[in-house]
């Protein structure tokens, strides 16, 4: 069974925490739709760019080099 988490999350810091804690997937409409909405779908690729850039930043902070690494100690929960 996936677990596969959808609405409220629109920073990096709330997407690690959700894989911290199990999610197998999350789902991202607001910042997409935001995208679409103002530039079609050079607007949707580039918050699809800027999300993924500030991933890497908050999994940088939370010294989890990969997806796969992140887990309960990266968020503090033991």
């Known amino acids: ?3 596969v988490i959808t609405g409220g999350l629109r920073l990096p810091a709330d997407f690690i ?6 999610a197998d997937a999350i789902m991202i409409g ?7 909405g103002s530039f ?6 580039r918050a699809l760019e800027i999300l993924q850039a500030e991933l890497t ?3 940088e ?3 989890t ?8 100690d990266a968020i503090g929960v033991a």
Not at 17 to 22: F, S, T
Not at 65 to 71: A, K, L
């Open 40 to 45: 079609g779908q050079p607007g949707v690729e």
């Open 17 to 22: 925490k959700a894989m911290a804690l199990g």
């Open 65 to 72: 080099p990969t997806v796969d690494s992140i887990g309960t």
């Open 57 to 59: 930043i908050a999994m």
């Open 61 to 63: 902070f939370a010294g």
């Open 30 to 36: 607001r910042p997409y739709l935001w995208g679409l």
């Open 1 to 3: 069974m996936s677990l």
